[in-house]
């Protein structure tokens, strides 16, 4: 079993989050500490706590993601300008929280791809 994080207590509405949507794969909610106008995390609705514990079983959610993550952009107001989706691996990927999620990030031109 992976590790419980935040993200964890933030499905079992244990915490309060910004949440956009819901479904019964993946929800997503508001960043607490957005790095643009627009930024939103969507995250599996079960924990795989980073990219190389990704495996054949968790194909459709992660293509959901995607899906997910389209609509939220046009829920948004961002989608025709354009946006960005990060995920970050590890430590030199720069991950804090280990339980996968993808950024959703837009609403002003983003700067340099890799910082
Ligand atoms: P990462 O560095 O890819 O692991 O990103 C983790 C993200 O989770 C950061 O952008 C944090 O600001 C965000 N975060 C951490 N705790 C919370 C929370 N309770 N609610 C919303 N976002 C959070």
Redesign the pocket.
């Known amino acids: 079993m992976a590790e419980e994080t935040?993200f964890s207590k933030?499905l079992r509405k244990e915490?309060p989050?910004d949440i956009v949507y819901e479904d019964d794969r993946v929800t997503a909610?508001?960043?607490?500490?957005p790095k643009a106008p627009t930024h939103i995390?969507i995250i599996p609705n079960y924990n795989i706590p980073t990219v190389n514990e990704v495996t054949e079983k968790d194909e459709a959610v992660i293509g959901h993601i995607f899906v997910v993550a389209a609509k939220i952009a046009e829920q948004e107001g961002i989608a025709e300008k354009g946006y960005r989706l990060i995920v970050?691996c590890n430590e030199h990927g720069?991950?804090?929280?280990y339980h996968l999620?993808i950024?959703l990030l837009g609403g002003q031109r983003l700067g340099r791809m890799v910082v």
């Open positions: 935040i933030i915490i989050a909610f508001r960043d607490i500490n995390l970050n720069g991950q804090e929280v999620h950024h």
